[in-house]
Antibody, heavy 122, light 108 residues
Framework: QLQLQESGSGLVKPSQTLSLTCAVS??????????WSWIRQPPGKGLEWIGY???????YYNPSLKSRVTISVDRSKNQFSLKLSSVTAADTAVYYC??????????????WGQGTMVTVSS | EIVLTQSPGTLSLSPGERATLSCRAS???????LAWYQQKPGQAPRLLIY???SRATGIPDRFSGSGSGTDFTLTISRLEPEDFAVYYC?????????FGQGTKLEIK
């Protein structure tokens, strides 16, 4: 059973860089047919997709966040990471990592991490 | 960017009743790329439906999805106490992935 686990700093100062890692266990991040995403949810609000990466390293980011986002993969450690620069209070949210599956029937985020709360505050 | 609008914002029903949740897209969405999720307080979202109408593994058959183009529906045939939660639709398009704002299903 594949599992995802987020880790990283829970408190980040304004203008600094948020850094999170998603560890993949019970399966390989290099498996075909999947991409690996970061999604966030501000307190009491809805879900916002941040970006994804394939095991090959190719990425695609939400256009609204693209200038501040970097997602990378470490296949040797079976994990992928998020960096979000120049953070403000608006970046305060629960951050989830998730696997996106592609099948002949349809696609979706089928496995999610438990989420990690990140607060931006001085 | 494709905008997904869910209605109603809040739905108040009793256990045993039928729930119908709507998701309308600002432009046509491929059914292959339309999914539904359930989220309970303090938990990550859980995949319910993908490809607009296929149930994910372990999802009870009281959950069903339908629709095409710009109009999609999630139906819960007979509400169980554990079904009261927030539901999101999600799509994949040229600008990446977007989610609806959610429908809160609450106990009447």
């Amino acid at each position: 059973q594949l599992q995802l686990q987020e880790s990283g700093s829970g408190l980040v100062k304004p203008s600094q860089t948020l850094s999170l890692t998603c560890a993949v266990s019970g399966g390989s991040i290099s498996s075909g047919g999947y991409s690996w995403s970061w999604i966030r949810q501000p307190p009491g609000k809805g879900l916002e997709w941040i970006g994804y990466i394939y095991h090959s390293g190719s990425t695609y980011y939400n256009p609204s966040l693209k200038s501040r986002v970097t997602i990378s993969v470490d296949r040797s450690k079976n994990q992928f990471s998020l960096k979000l620069s120049s953070v403000t209070a608006a970046d305060t949210a629960v951050y989830y990592c998730a696997r996106y599956m592609t099948t002949v029937v349809g696609d979706a985020f089928d496995i999610w991490g438990q989420g990690t709360m990140v607060t931006v505050s001085s | 960017e494709i905008v997904l609008t869910q209605s109603p914002g809040t739905l108040s029903l009793s256990p045993g009743e039928r729930a119908t949740l709507s998701c309308r897209a600002s432009q046509s969405v491929s059914s292959s790329y339309l999914a539904w999720y359930q989220q309970k307080p303090g938990q990550a979202p859980r995949l319910l439906i993908y490809g607009a109408s296929s149930r994910a593994t372990g999802i009870p058959d009281r959950f069903s999805g339908s629709g095409s183009g710009t109009d999609f529906t999630l139906t819960i045939s007979r509400l169980e106490p554990e079904d009261f939660a927030v539901y999101y639709c999600q799509q994949y398009g040229s600008s990446g992935y977007t989610f609806g704002q959610g429908t809160k299903l609450e106990i009447k």
